[in-house]
């Protein structure tokens, strides 16, 4: 899988007590779909897709979701970041989706994800 980099010896827990290697810098895909529960719900939307951006992360807006890739924990920050963005811009509430694409040592990129598509 490309977008990968190299890996490290930190362990996790797992279930049931094991270990299992899992690489901290590995690269990671996580959808993020932000419903504010507003009667004019895209300019909160923007805010949201703008603290995506604002992360510096590679990013790919669709119809439905945006799509982050990076190192999973900053890309965790920018999904977290996305969700608080539309209650700072005003939405009473908001209901985010994410999905999460993982691997010990990362996922496939957007690009390889999509390239067979386009």
């Not at 899992?22 to 529960?37: M, Y």
């Not at 920050?77 to 999905?99: D, F, N, R």
Request: hydrophobic content about 40%; some cysteine; glycine content about 10%.
């Amino acid at each position: 899988m490309g977008g990968k980099t190299g890996f490290s010896q930190n362990l996790t827990t797992a279930q049931k007590g094991k270990y299992t290697m899992v690489d901290p810098n590995r690269i990671v895909n996580i959808g993020v779909e932000v419903l504010p529960l507003t009667e004019d719900a895209l300019p909160i939307v923007d805010r949201a897709i703008a603290a995506i951006i604002a992360s510096g992360l590679k990013y790919e807006v669709g119809p439905l979701e945006t799509t982050i890739e990076g190192p999973f924990e900053a890309a965790w920050a920018a999904a977290k970041a996305a969700h608080l963005a539309c209650l700072e811009a005003g939405a009473g509430h908001v209901v985010t989706i994410i999905k999460i694409a993982d691997g010990q040592q990362g996922s496939y990129t957007i690009e390889e994800k999509t390239a067979p598509y386009r």
